[in-house]
């Protein structure tokens, strides 16, 4: 895997949203800035440019400056907090976006002397905020919009992208899919909730929320058990049992103790909560 940074965009005033903490909504039972973060695990460094809030994984925060600055305003913020060679630049609306999409994007990046690669949407339409970047000549673009425009504040992010050579990458359907409007928000709740990636996206949160790393033979654990966990599918409950045992037993101070156990149960039945909430609110 190439060396990265990452810089994740999670500003913005989300007017098509009443003004919600767009970042901290969730889909899944998780926060869609995690389910960002969690795509570029990896990264050396992770930047979010935006208010400091909450996230399953450390990360350094910066603002961009005037704070409302816009998108290429934030990211002359964030980049300046990178040291890698390739920066990973998202935004941080993005719940279906996924590892393969990262790696399918630093690959193309790495080939020849291309300033980058981007991802392109099913339409043809270019995401400049699903893309990785060269950092010198990113770091050149930037420099030179400021000096033409006077700073970047308020500069629309099109104007990035024409003087850099980059790749274009056709990611999947839902790679690129982002959350502008409560409408958004509620197609990708009922996405994850399809028969065919409801356990997928429930096994990925669970693991995510406790903190663990595990390959889950499902077929094994679903002879053992059927029922139903509400709000979420019917095998999740064994499923789930199954990941608080196993974060339990692998717990820092020794685990498999009553504490760990209660610990993890804890976090496992709060992500469920959130997971059932999101099926009643209208």
């Excluded at 995690?34 to 992770?46: I, K, Q």
């Excluded at 692998?250 to 498999?256: C, E, N, Q, R």
Aim: hydrophobic share 45%.
């Amino acid at each position: 895997m190439t060396a990265y940074d990452a810089i994740v965009l999670a500003g913005g005033a989300a007017k098509r949203l009443g003004g919600a903490d767009k970042p901290a909504v969730r889909v899944g039972g998780r926060a869609l800035l995690d389910r960002v973060l969690a795509a570029c695990a990896d990264a050396a460094t992770t930047i979010v440019v935006g208010g400091r809030r909450p996230t399953l994984r450390a990360v350094t925060w910066t603002r961009e400056e005037p704070q409302g600055g816009g998108p290429l305003a934030a990211l002359g913020a964030g980049v300046r907090h990178t040291s890698a060679e390739r920066v990973l630049v998202l935004s941080a609306d993005l719940p279906f976006l996924g590892e393969s999409t990262v790696k399918a994007l630093l690959a193309a990046a790495g080939h020849g002397e291309r300033d980058g690669a981007l991802c392109v949407d099913q339409d043809g339409r270019e995401q400049p905020l699903v893309a990785v970047y060269r950092a010198e000549p990113l770091r050149r673009e930037l420099a030179l919009l400021a000096t033409e425009h006077g700073g970047l504040a308020g500069l629309p992010l099109r104007l990035l992208t024409p003087e850099l050579d980059l790749a274009r990458v056709e990611a999947g359907p839902l790679a690129s899919f982002d959350c502008d409007t409560w409408e958004d928000i509620a197609a990708a709740r009922a996405r994850i909730r399809e028969h065919g990636t409801v356990l997928d996206e429930w096994i990925t949160a669970v693991k995510n929320e406790l903190g663990i790393e595990l390959d889950v033979d499902t077929g094994v654990l679903l002879d053992l058990a059927r029922d139903a966990a509400h709000g979420v599918a019917r095998p999740a409950a064994p499923l789930t049992t199954f990941l608080v045992g196993y974060a339990a037993a692998t717990a820092s101070d020794g685990g498999g103790g009553p504490e760990a156990v209660a610990e993890a149960a804890r976090k496992a039945t709060a992500l469920a909560l959130r997971w059932a909430d999101e099926a009643e609110t209208p």
